[in-house]
């Protein structure tokens, strides 16, 4: 059976009581749900939040890390400090961390290999903004973003890496990529990975589409060949909103 992967983006919102509560809501709303999930609340909850889903089927993930192991970097969190909490996986490339924060995709990259040379799983984010897709330049943004984010990752760590292609005019906005834009673009993240990697790891990567996901669209969208999972923001934040996007089917 075709794998569906849910994973919720928290951003900077709720303190550890609120997440905690959240996260016991969705442990016991999403025991039966037959899709892989993952939440990320903020770092300040990722213990209390730990605590709650241990031993259920939720992943814990984290938001964003450092791009050293440890030293003299006020303000930054690390692979080895996430690990010690008990994260399983870290978003990253996020497009809010791409532009609000400047990062670039050497920055991601350390990051990116860090993360899987420290065993953890990674969803590394991709998309355009309005005015690279008007000026025609969506593949090019893409492949670069896929290219230079994965560089010196082998086939083998492949395995834990997951890609979200999240459109920045569609994150928080309401508007999303209909179902045919978005399968098309996964289908050209495909091709870059299928490039890069191989036919056969291209098939089994798993790519969430990001961008205000609802659960009135979250099916549509799944629906498509090429759209494996979701990579949800505002939605995640209620369960009420995050449950029905998880049990789409
Ligand atoms: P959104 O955010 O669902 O609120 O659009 C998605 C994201 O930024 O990951």
New binding site residues.
């Given amino acids: 059976m075709r794998l569906y992967y849910i ?1 919720g ?1 928290w ?1 900077m919102h709720k303190t550890v009581n609120e997440s905690v509560a959240l996260a016991r809501e969705l442990a016991a709303r999403l025991s039966c749900c037959k899709e892989k999930v993952m939440i990320a609340p903020a770092f300040t909850a990722l213990s209390e939040v730990a605590k709650v889903i241990e031993g259920t089927n939720i992943l814990l993930g984290a938001q964003n890390m450092g791009p050293e192991e440890q030293g003299a970097h006020t303000g930054e969190v690390s692979v080895l400090m996430l690990k010690d909490l008990g994260v399983k996986v870290v ?1 990253l490339g ?3 961390r791409r532009h609000t924060y400047l990062e670039s995709d050497a920055l991601i990259n350390r990051k990116v290999r860090l993360a899987l040379a420290q065993s953890l799983e990674v969803i590394l ?1 991709v998309g355009e903004t309005l005015e690279e897709r008007e000026g025609g330049r969506l593949e090019k943004v893409i492949d670069t973003q896929l290219c230079e984010g994965l560089a010196g990752v082998d086939g083998a760590a492949l395995d834990r890496v997951t890609i ?1 292609y ?1 459109p920045v005019w ?5 508007k999303t990529a209909t179902p045919e834009d978005a399968d098309a673009v996964h289908a050209y993240c495909r091709k870059v990975v299928a490039a890069l990697y191989g036919e056969q790891k291209a098939k089994a990567m798993i790519i969430q589409y ?5 659960a009135d669209n979250a099916a549509a969208l799944m629906a498509k060949p090429n759209i494996d999972g979701a ?6 934040l209620k369960a009420e909103s995050f449950v029905p996007i998880a049990m789409f089917r």
Avoid: D, R, Y
């Fill in positions: 994973a983006n951003k978003i996020h497009s809010e984010c979200a999240e569609a994150i928080g906005t309401g990001g961008g205000s996901v609802k990579l949800v923001g505002g939605a995640s």
